[in-house]
Nanobody, 124 residues
Framework: QVQLVESGGGLVQAGGSLRLSCAAS????????MGWFRQAPGKEREFVAT????????YYADSVKGRFTISRDNAKNTVYLQMISLKPEDTAVYYC?????????????????WGQGTQVTVSS
């Protein structure tokens, strides 16, 4: 089992920045691919970014490429999502997820463990 707890969400003006954190406990963190997803009201949960176990392989959704950066610190069992140049359309609940033993996973069903989510609201 892996327990995930997100933090760092909040209200920010368009053009601003936020850094989300996801603290993991339980099963060995470093063996998991980690991902960030988001879900806006009335919409399906969508892929944002993923990082492999070593941190050397990352993938991003086209909508956030160049603005968001995913990273991880295996010594701290934590994955981060640095978000800059935020837009109102980035408003959503952001979820952290873990996919043991996988690489480059971008589908919701490929992730076994999920956090409770953290709200990000970008005002125009």
């Amino acid at each position: 089992q892996v327990q995930l707890v997100e933090s760092g969400g909040g209200l920010v003006q368009a053009g601003g920045s936020l850094r989300l954190s996801c603290a993991a406990s339980g099963r060995t963190f470093s063996s998991n691919a980690m991902g960030w997803f988001r879900q806006a009201p009335g919409k399906e949960r969508e892929f944002v970014a993923t990082i492999n176990w070593s941190g050397r392989i990352t993938y991003y959704a086209d909508s956030v490429k160049g603005r968001f950066t995913i990273s991880r610190d295996n010594a701290k069992n934590t994955v981060y999502l640095q978000m800059i140049s935020l837009k109102p359309e980035d408003t959503a609940v952001y979820y952290c997820a873990a996919a043991p033993g996988r690489i480059g996973v971008r589908q919701v069903y490929e992730y076994d463990y999920w956090g409770q989510g953290t709200q990000v609201t970008v005002s125009s």
